[in-house]
């Protein structure tokens, strides 16, 4: 695991994005009532595999919703893709959640930046009243982010929707002896999702996380590989 966003993502100006921030954290602190399916941070890392085939899966969804097939999804076709997927966003929360996983600003969402987004919206999604009955239609990739949902509440030890330096240590000691390497491993790790610098990690911080650790970047960068 490695690399972490660039200078022009992390100096981005998240101001306008105060209202979606405080809505994924309510959000989350909802699901952590529920607790977590993750018992250390080793069990998050035996994941990655599986999590990396279901995202490289979501590939196929993204060039369906890519209409014009230039490796990107605009506004127009996001509205698309949530008419399809039965997302029953307004026009504001579409806008908004697109700006906030429009990490370079460029007003085109890219594969990893479609990940995370459709992530946020599983989890700001009102849950259907049939249990049974998939949020987004998408129930394999719906699992995946589930078990990422599982991951950040694991992570989140006082259950406030954010993941401090502290609640990471602690994290990666209960998989780990402990000591001066386990430390050095969660303040790297923490640095990685940290990329506003602001010693809190929100959900949305760590899924550009781990879309990194995963190596799965931009659509041009994902079709070299």
Same mark, same amino acid.
């Given at each position: 695991?490695?690399?972490? *966003?660039?200078?022009?993502?992390?100096?981005?100006?998240?101001?306008?994005?105060?209202? *979606?921030?405080?809505?994924?954290? %309510?959000?989350?602190?909802?699901?952590?009532?529920?607790?977590?399916?993750?018992?250390?941070? !080793?069990?998050? @890392?035996?994941?990655?595999?599986?999590?990396?085939?279901?995202?490289?899966?979501?590939?196929? @969804?993204?060039?369906?919703?890519?209409?014009?097939?230039?490796?990107?999804?605009?506004? +127009? &076709?996001?509205?698309?893709c949530f008419h399809k997927l039965q997302v029953d966003?307004?026009? %504001?929360? #579409?806008?908004?959640?697109?700006?906030?996983?429009? #990490?370079?600003?460029?007003?085109?969402?890219?594969?990893?930046?479609?990940?995370?987004?459709?992530?946020?919206?599983?989890?700001?999604?009102?849950?259907?009243?049939?249990?049974?009955?998939?949020?987004?239609?998408?129930?394999?990739? &719906?699992?995946?982010?589930?078990?990422?949902? %599982?991951?950040?509440?694991?992570?989140?030890? !006082?259950?406030?929707?954010?993941?401090?330096?502290?609640?990471?240590?602690?994290?990666?000691?209960?998989?780990?002896?402990?000591?001066?390497?386990?430390?050095? #491993?969660?303040?790297?790790?923490? +640095?990685?999702? %940290?990329?506003?610098?602001?010693?809190?990690?929100?959900?949305?911080?760590? *899924?550009?996380?781990?879309?990194?650790? *995963?190596? @799965?970047?931009?659509?041009?960068?994902?079709?070299?590989?």
């Open positions: 695991m490695g690399g972490s *966003l660039g200078k022009k993502e992390s100096s981005k100006n998240y101001s306008s994005e105060s209202k *979606l921030d405080a809505k994924m954290v %309510d959000a989350m602190r909802q699901r952590a009532t529920q607790g977590s399916t993750m018992k250390s941070f !080793n069990t998050i @890392i035996i994941k990655f595999p599986k999590i990396d085939e279901s995202f490289r899966k979501c590939k196929t @969804i993204f060039e369906q919703f890519d209409e014009d097939s230039n490796g990107a999804i605009d506004p +127009e &076709e996001l509205k698309h966003f307004t026009e %504001d929360e #579409i806008s908004e959640i697109f700006k906030a996983c429009d #990490i370079d600003e460029n007003m085109a969402i890219k594969f990893n930046e479609f990940v995370v987004l459709l992530c946020l919206v599983y989890l700001l999604k009102k849950p259907t009243t049939t249990p049974a009955k998939s949020r987004l239609g998408l129930p394999e990739l &719906e699992s995946t982010f589930q078990t990422l949902v %599982d991951a950040f509440v694991f992570l989140d030890k !006082n259950k406030d929707g954010h993941v401090s330096k502290s609640e990471m240590v602690e994290a990666i000691n209960e998989s780990t002896s402990g000591g001066r390497s386990s430390g050095r #491993i969660a303040m790297r790790r923490f +640095e990685e999702m %940290d990329w506003d610098k602001n010693g809190m990690v929100t959900f949305k911080e760590f *899924l550009f996380a781990f879309t990194r650790w *995963l190596g @799965i970047g931009g659509t041009e960068e994902d079709e070299e590989e």
